[in-house]
């Protein structure tokens, strides 16, 4: 499995970007999908996820701002982010796995910039 990451950028505070992660390989509409990233000097975290049956959990300080999605057709998921916050700044790895291993496959990541 393969995960081309792309969407990233340099943003002003509350602007929007929306990240693309496009998946090809032996993939499954079945896997997990989500989006983490990293900031030197951090753990990397998880940002937001959505499984197979459409079910999303995010952290909660993009609750409200980001919104995960999936289009299994073109097996390509999906992380619109508005209102964009300068802690915001990270790179973004998109990830997808089975429901025991989400994180099995990693994108190159992408980064984002949000200048106040």
């Known amino acids: 499995v393969q995960l081309q990451a792309s969407g990233g950028g340099l943003v002003q505070v509350g602007g929007s970007l929306r990240l693309s992660c496009a998946a090809s390989g032996r993939t499954s509409s079945m896997f997990v999908v989500g989006w983490r990233r990293q900031t030197p000097g951090k753990q990397r975290e998880l940002v937001a996820q959505?499984?197979?049956?459409?079910?999303?959990n995010y952290i909660d300080s993009v609750k409200g701002r980001f919104t995960i999605s999936r289009d299994n057709a073109k097996m390509t998921v999906y992380l619109q982010m508005n209102d964009l916050k300068p802690e915001d700044t990270a790179i973004y790895y998109c990830?997808?796995?089975?429901?025991?291993?989400?994180?099995?496959?990693w994108g190159q990541g992408t980064l984002v910039t949000v200048s106040s």
């Open positions: 990830t997808m796995g089975p429901a025991f291993n989400p994180t099995e496959y």
């Open positions: 959505i499984t197979s049956g459409g079910s999303t």
